[in-house]
């Protein structure tokens, strides 16, 4: 839908590829996986736990957002099918008006939400003491509300970014770009989203996990979690002594990762729900990786695209086709996430069984 540009055969059919077969299928196993994962993570005991909190709002974000980014690799693929034909009024206007700020803003919140997520684990192992008074549910929802509050902000220029425009030789609509688009400001806000959408929460998330890694390896190597320093002086004769944790910290443990280990339980079962802590504490890594790696990987493209206009040079065509992973790769990263909570979560797991278990008794009793 932009102005008709030369037509080359090979970007067609990449296009047509990556945007009309491959990202539609991405789309598709994403949406019903998140449906479902809203499903569980909606349902008791799960909701009443803050880290299910924000694994239940990341997945309303993919969601939302892998439903956005089905039309805008539609838009992609027709522009590059078709770059001659112009499109009806109604599509041209989303195209230029909508489709780039509510996409972007769903991509951001999840990234931030993630970030947050991370951030909830490294207190849980740093100071579980504190975890429970400063980890509610009504400040998850605080942060995750802040956080589209803001991407909502950032990315409402784009609105005005293109207009539509009536092109009588083609019979249709077409976009273009603003003047205020090829000013050095505009430039300036295109990487200031970079590093606040994707640089920004990227490092954050790693420097959490790095802090979320250390407090487990001080949990292997004896000490279940870095305990205050009172705390050692009262319960530890000697540094190499290994001491059980005190109620308090065996219960932020339980209520974190929603595995139903109680003070009081046989040894037994205390070593099968440590061994589901730990498991569950490998998925925040899982999630994290894949979102550090697509961010970091779009934040490359960018900068590559910055460097001059690609249509303009010999690099052009390479630079689409890792546009074109790289967006695809995003979408991975949506719909890959609920998947993650399977694996690494005996609780979803338990979930999803309960779920399946009341829709065959109620197709009984119909």
């Known amino acids: 839908m932009e102005p008709c540009p030369a037509s080359d055969a090979r970007l067609e059919r990449l296009a047509h590829a990556a945007y009309g077969w491959c990202s539609q299928a991405i789309c598709a196993v994403g949406v019903v996986a998140n449906l ?3 499903l569980v993570l909606r349902r008791p005991p799960l909701r009443a736990l803050t880290v299910y909190t924000y694994l239940l709002w990341l997945s309303v974000a ?3 957002g892998l439903c956005f980014c089905s039309v805008f690799a539609y838009l992609l693929s027709q522009e590059s099918a078709h770059p ?3 499109a009806p009024l109604a599509l041209a206007f989303y195209a230029a008006h909508l489709n780039k700020p509510l996409t972007n803003t769903c991509l951001a919140s999840g990234v931030w939400i993630t970030f947050w997520l991370s951030a909830n684990r490294r207190v849980a192992v740093t100071r579980p003491t504190s975890y429970l008074a400063e980890e509610t549910g009504d400040v998850a929802f605080l942060r995750i509300a802040c956080t589209l509050a803001v991407s909502m902000t950032l990315f409402m220029p ?5 207009q539509v425009e009536l092109d009588e030789e083609i019979g249709g609509y077409v976009l273009r770009q603003e003047g205020f688009t090829y000013t050095t400001a505009w430039m300036v806000y295109q990487w200031l989203l970079q590093v606040v959408v994707r640089l920004l929460p990227a490092a954050g998330i790693l420097i959490n996990n790095v802090l979320v890694v250390r407090g487990l390896a001080a949990r ?8 205050p320093a009172a705390w050692r002086r009262c319960c530890c004769s000697r540094p190499t002594t ?3 944790p005190p109620p308090v910290i065996e219960l932020v443990e339980s209520s974190v990762y929603g595995t139903g280990a109680s003070v009081g339980s046989s040894p037994r079962q ?3 729900a440590s061994g589901h802590r730990l498991r569950a504490a490998y998925m925040l890594p899982a999630i994290s990786a894949l979102s550090i790696i697509s961010n970091v990987f779009s934040a490359l493209l960018f900068v590559w695209a910055a460097q001059g206009k690609m249509k303009l040079t010999k690099g052009y065509t390479s630079y689409q086709v890792w546009r074109a992973v790289g967006n695809n790769l995003e ?3 949506l719909a890959a996430n609920p998947f993650l909570n399977i694996l690494f979560s005996r609780e979803i797991r338990s979930g999803y069984r309960r779920l399946l278990l009341e829709h065959k008794r109620c197709r009984r009793s119909d």
């Open 36 to 38: 479902a994962n809203l």
């Open 62 to 64: 993919d969601l939302i």
């Open 84 to 86: 001659c034909t112009g």
């Open 158 to 162: 784009m609105v005005f970014q293109s």
């Open 220 to 227: 292997a190597g004896g000490q279940v979690f870095p305990a």
């Open 242 to 244: 290994q001491v059980a």
């Open 270 to 272: 205390r070593r099968r």
């Open 331 to 333: 979408l991975f990263t």
